[in-house]
């Protein structure tokens, strides 16, 4: 499976942006990019996900590098209720062998100050 | 909530035990996935079923683990003679079937104390 980059820990401010970066040098053509959170005993809860161009959600955007070895997952105003686990994904198209496995890394963790 | 149920939550058993833990995924959801999580690290993937078909193993499930869906439907994961590294959350996840990519829809997990 390729493999994502994330810093282990990032801070934010309550109301400020957030932006998460992550790094997928190896990143294939079928690769989709996924960001799942995690916040504090539950189980994982899907962001968004791309393939090549920028994503919108209610929840966040997805920033896609043109040469797709980069992603930036924005959090237009960060409350208290974002401090959680970000993590960044590269699944296959779920049609291909890996039935849309899903791979996580250590993830992100953020923390949002008051 | 995102409408998949895991049962029970939490489970504390002693060593050499078996436990069976049940996943109800989203009724209209073809796929279902298992996933352990240790404390500090992120979820690794256990298995994979297609309607009642499991179609993937990871090679972190030892021959105690079996995890079964039958008709389509619930999922259970069991685990025979626990150990005390099986301690961790065991989470459940849903997804339909679609072209391109799909969404996982994870459950609140089950966690594993074993004693």
């Known amino acids: 499976d390729a493999k994502t980059t994330q810093p282990n820990s990032m801070e934010s401010n309550e109301e400020e942006p957030v932006h998460l970066p992550c790094n997928h040098s190896t990143i294939s053509g079928t690769d989709y990019i996924h960001w799942y959170r995690q916040l504090p005993s539950q189980g994982p809860e899907y962001v968004i996900h791309g393939l090549t161009s920028n994503v919108n959600n209610r929840m966040a955007s997805l920033a896609i590098a043109e040469d797709r070895k980069s992603s930036t997952l924005i959090l237009h105003r960060a409350t208290l209720r974002d401090a959680a686990v970000y993590y960044c994904?590269?699944?296959?198209?779920?049609?291909?062998?890996?039935?849309?496995?899903?791979?996580f890394g250590q993830g992100t963790i953020l923390t949002v100050h008051p | 909530d995102t409408g998949v149920s895991q049962d029970p939550r939490h489970k504390i058993t002693k060593r050499g035990q078996n436990v069976t833990f049940r996943c109800d995924p989203i009724?209209?959801?073809?796929?279902l996935y298992w996933y352990r999580q240790t404390l500090g690290q992120g979820p690794e993937f256990l298995t994979y079923f297609q309607n009642e078909a499991q179609l993937e193993k990871s090679r972190l499930l030892s021959d105690r683990f079996s995890a079964e869906r039958p008709k389509g439907s619930f999922s259970t994961l069991e685990i025979q003679r626990t150990e005390q590294g099986d301690s961790a959350m065991y989470l459940c996840?849903?997804?339909?079937?679609?072209?391109?990519?799909?969404?996982?829809?994870f459950g609140p997990g089950t966690r594993l104390t074993v004693l």
């Open positions: 996840a849903s997804s339909l079937r679609l072209a391109g990519t799909d969404t996982q829809y």
């Open positions: 994904i590269l699944s296959a198209d779920a049609g291909g062998t890996s039935y849309g496995k899903l791979t």
């Open positions: 009724s209209e959801h073809n796929r």
